[in-house]
């Protein structure tokens, strides 16, 4: 049971319903439109670039561009929307964040033009960056120390599961139906924000001079930048996971002579299951064991065993492989931990620019990993080439998980003054 201060009692409340609180939930469902968007254009990109006339490897060489653009709206949106987070709340953030990504949305489905399309999918980036930061350090923020964990293992595990209805509309319904259903969801979801509170924190630092939201600050000394840039490393594996084992499965399984059709979008669909038991399970772990760290670690040894297993399926069939896939997911699935970690490790003033730009970072990170994946494949054969990446990735994550502190018991209520 929690005692929850008010002006005139002392209310106890079980534990469980402050857990669920409207702001966790609202954190949870906006992940989830994030999600759900995020995966719908992976899935519809072929379709949709062919209804619009482009055919043979332009279908390649347009989704390549429209990725790009919507990660480089995603890099700067995390940027933009971090900053304001810490000047002007987290609420707004995640108000302005699912308007902007809904409205592109559905603008995404009228779309005749590679050019607009290229320039609603930029613009839905800059609206997806902000709700994964915007709602952790919400949720951080407004739940007791020894709770965050759970509300982190909500926001994730349901957030995840919005990558499945993507899989489903896509299949049932036109392309450009699934984009305006996203949108709607969206707006629907704003609507429902209506009278969810702002985290006292945040409002009892608006009322200080202290400087707010100063992303430069990050680099303005090493000891913390080295911490942000921890925050970041450790994450890498997660999106080798995903944008190199994941993406390029088909790849994977015909240089593994796995018998059968591997499917990507079916990859990407096993991976995201096993996400949503991941997440659910290391924010659980990290409530148990009481440490942020050992549930980051422990999911990071796992990455590693799995992606051993993933290496070793010569032979096996099309099933297997989706099963190795499952459990890669549910490997990486420490990501709303990491950006908990991410949160915690910086003061009220700084948190939700660390938060939100933190996570794009790491998406981000496909870029430079994949880049190095394409080297080494060229050198030593593409399942030679991912394994010295992977573990590349993984020796880095391990030191970088070394240097930061433990979490779980911080008091999140102090200003990053130096």
């Not at 609420?91 to 995404?108: M, P, Q, R």
């Not at 709770?147 to 995840?160: F, H, P």
């Not at 080439?385 to 020796?395: E, R």
């Not at 070394?402 to 018991?409: A, N, S, Y």
Request: aromatic share 14%; charged share 15%; glycine share 12%.
């Amino acid at each position: 049971m929690e005692k929850i201060e008010g002006h005139t009692q002392v209310e106890t409340i079980p534990q469980w319903r402050i857990v669920f609180s409207a702001p966790v939930i609202v954190a949870a469902l906006g992940y989830f439109v994030d999600i759900y968007d995020l995966v719908l254009f992976s899935i519809v990109r072929v379709p949709s670039l062919k209804s619009i006339g482009l055919h043979g490897q332009a279908l390649l060489d347009e989704g390549v561009f429209l990725l790009n653009m919507q990660m480089a709206g995603m890099l700067i949106g995390g940027v933009l929307w971090g900053v304001l987070g810490d000047k002007k709340g987290r609420l707004k953030i995640l108000f302005g964040s699912i308007f902007l990504y809904s409205v592109a949305n559905i603008a995404n489905g009228m779309v005749d033009t590679i050019e607009w399309y290229s320039v609603w999918r930029f613009i839905a980036g800059v609206g997806l960056a902000g709700e994964l930061g915007a709602g952790i350090t919400l949720v951080a923020e407004v739940l007791p120390k020894h709770l965050r964990g759970y509300g982190t293992m909500v926001v994730a595990s349901v957030g995840v599961s919005g990558a499945i209805l993507a899989n489903y509309f896509a299949k049932l319904f036109d392309w450009r139906v699934a984009f305006f259903l996203g949108g709607g969801l969206g707006l629907l979801l704003m609507l429902l924000r209506i009278g969810t509170y702002e985290s006292g924190m945040f409002r009892q630092m608006e009322r200080s001079e202290v400087s707010k939201g100063n992303f430069f600050k990050i680099f303005s000394g090493w000891p913390i930048f080295l911490k942000y840039l921890n925050s970041v490393l450790i994450g890498i594996p997660i999106w080798f996971v995903v944008g190199i084992l994941i993406t390029f499965s088909p790849e994977f399984a015909n240089a593994l002579n796995i018998k059968g059709v591997v499917n990507a979008g079916n990859a990407v669909m096993f991976c995201y299951i096993g996400l949503i038991a991941g997440d659910f399970s290391s924010g659980l772990l990290s409530q148990l064991w009481k440490s942020r760290k050992k549930a980051v670690l422990f999911f990071v040894f796992l990455t590693a065993f799995f992606m051993l297993l993933y290496f070793n399926l010569t032979g096996a069939t099309a099933e297997i492989f989706y099963g190795a896939c499952t459990l890669l997911g549910f490997a990486i699935g420490y990501w709303a931990i990491f950006v908990t970690v991410a949160a915690e490790q910086f003061g009220t003033n700084l948190r939700a620019t660390v938060a939100t730009t933190v996570p794009n970072l790491v998406r981000g990170s496909v870029v430079p990993v994949t880049f190095l994946f394409q080297f080494a494949k060229s050198q030593l054969g593409i399942l030679n080439g991912a394994a010295l990446i992977g573990i590349l990735c993984l020796i880095v994550a391990f030191f970088s998980l070394w240097r930061l502190e433990e979490t779980f018991h911080k008091d999140l209520d102090y200003m990053e003054l130096s």
